[in-house]
T-cell receptor
Framework: DAMVIQNPRYQVTQFGKPVTLSCSQT?????MYWYQQKSSQAPKLLFH???????NEADTPDNFQSRRPNTSFCFLDIRSPGLGDAAMYLC?????????????FGPGTRLTVL | AQSVAQPEDQVNVAEGNPLTVKCTYS??????LFWYVQYPNRGLQFLLK??????LVKGSYGFEAEFNKSQTSFHLKKPSALVSDSALYFC????????????FGKGTMLLVSP
């Protein structure tokens, strides 16, 4: 089945130690998104790629970076994780060719910072 | 800028009773509206969306939503709740003027008791 896959599902890192979360998709969608979600709050959009075009949200900290080497994969890099970065990180994809663009989410990666 | 309000943090309903989860929105022009559901430690799952036309939208798992333009509302409904419907529900909006990302409400926890 076509889907959005996130690895790992659970990630533990140490304060200040760089960490990379990965997302892959078999939907062949043009757009890939990264969200941060804390404790039963609304997902907060960090950035998204429309094909190769990177779109950063204005309030996304510089500590968060992203790479999209090809259509299928997208990575979230946290350069120096702080305790406040502990959260669920959600990847989503959408076709990008229609206005009411439905986003399809992966299962998420729960990040713990020690 | 668009916004979504979900006025209830939690909705409690007995199994078999009808349920309503409320959502109001603010957007320039006409909206595209979405409902997503999130089960514990999982990503968001698309339920339904309103684009245009019939104000009653039917979605997955027996859910439906009623678009009311004059009240700027898009309430989620189900005629008969199941215990398995217990989850976190998010309403989201995007304007129908070109490509735009979703703005999510803060979420409403639905608890269905046996």
């Amino acid at each position: 089945d076509a889907m959005v896959i996130q690895n790992p599902r659970y990630q533990v890192t140490q304060f200040g130690k760089p960490v990379t979360l990965s997302c892959s998709q078999t939907l062949n969608h043009n757009v890939m998104y990264w969200y941060q979600q804390k404790s039963s709050q609304a997902p907060k959009l960090l950035f998204h790629y429309y094909d190769k075009d990177f779109n950063n949200e204005a309030d996304t900290p510089d500590n968060f970076q992203s790479r999209r080497p090809n259509t299928s994969f997208c990575f979230l890099d946290i350069r120096s994780p702080g305790l406040g970065d502990a959260a669920m990180y959600l990847c989503a994809t959408s076709r990008g060719d229609q206005k009411a663009d439905t986003q399809y989410f992966g299962p998420g990666t729960r990040l713990t910072v020690l | 800028a668009q916004s979504v309000a979900q006025p209830e943090d939690q909705v409690n309903v007995a199994e078999g009773n009808p349920l309503t989860v409320k959502c109001t929105y603010s957007v320039s022009g006409n909206p595209y509206l979405f409902w997503y559901v999130q089960y514990p430690n999982r990503g968001l799952q698309f339920l339904l969306k309103y684009i245009t036309g019939d104000n009653l939208v039917k979605g997955s798992y027996g859910f439906e939503a009623e678009f009311n333009k004059s009240q700027t509302s898009f309430h989620l409904k189900k005629p008969s709740a199941l215990v398995s419907d217990s989850a976190l529900y998010f309403c989201a909006v995007t304007p129908n003027s070109g490509y735009s990302t979703l703005t999510f409400g803060k979420g409403t926890m639905l608890l269905v008791s046996p």
